[in-house]
């Protein structure tokens, strides 16, 4: 039973269509993120939702705009593709709380989708 | 510069080895350390995290802070084949919740 599920995994447009990726999790985390992995690896956090409320937004274009209809699922659209925008795009979840060792709000991430725009 | 540094690789050892793997970062304000390991075309999993400065182990693995170099190192005694991966460290705040700095992450192959 996969706790953080991504749809869809693989997903390969033309420059300036629009597209959604769609994230749910089971764990019960009251927290959710969209990170962003380019070529080289590198990670890098867009949005984060606690509780369906935006606590976390990084500097991304406007084109990118998440949304939370509820504290187990985290979709993100992206307009305009741009050649720019190919990445993995990684969704994770996490329980807020917790002080000093006991607080490290664990992160489970999804599988991750591969948006590749030509 | 990048807030957290880490050697991409890729590093290639015989199976058995210890492996070093390790991160340098500049903010003196991380206080969560985290390992995180991704096989190819998946998520990154969690495999260590570390509060503050010391030591944690669990199984072959190692975790190791030292606040004051800001310098982590995650150790791998006996290596296997199946710890091939790319292995990630990331750090935050004590305040900034869930948003995690990472590193490039470096990729290992151990060869049988």
């Known amino acids: 039973d996969t706790a953080v599920s991504q749809t869809p995994k693989y997903l390969v447009t033309q420059m300036g269509n629009d597209k959604s990726i769609k994230c749910e999790q089971n764990l019960g985390h009251d927290t959710m993120y969209w990170y962003k992995q380019d070529s080289k690896k590198f990670l890098k956090i867009m949005f984060s939702?606690?509780?369906?409320?935006?606590?976390i937004n990084e500097t991304v274009p406007n084109r990118f705009s998440p949304k939370s209809p509820d504290k187990a699922h985290l979709n993100l659209h992206i307009n305009s593709l741009e050649l720019g925008d190919s990445a993995v795009y990684f969704c994770?979840?996490?329980?807020?709380?917790?002080?000093?060792?006991?607080?490290?709000?664990?992160?489970?991430f999804g599988a991750g989708s591969r948006l590749t725009v030509l | 510069q990048k807030e957290v540094e880490q050697d991409p690789g890729p590093l290639s050892v015989p199976e058995g080895a210890i492996v070093s793997l390790n991160c340098t970062y500049s903010n003196s304000a991380f206080q969560y350390f985290m390992w995180y390991r991704q096989y190819s075309r998946k998520g990154p999993e969690l495999l260590m995290y570390t509060y503050s400065s010391g030591n944690k182990e669990d199984g072959r693995f190692t975790a190791q802070v030292d606040k004051s170099s800001k310098y982590i190192s995650l150790f791998i005694r006996d290596s296997q084949p199946s710890d091939s991966a790319t292995y990630l460290c990331a750090m935050r705040r004590a305040s900034n919740t869930g948003k995690l700095i990472f590193g490039q992450g470096t990729t290992l192959q151990v060869k049988p």
């Open positions: 994770a979840s996490s329980q807020e709380g917790g002080q000093g060792d006991s607080g490290a709000n664990v992160l489970t």
């Open positions: 939702y606690n509780n369906k409320e935006l606590i």
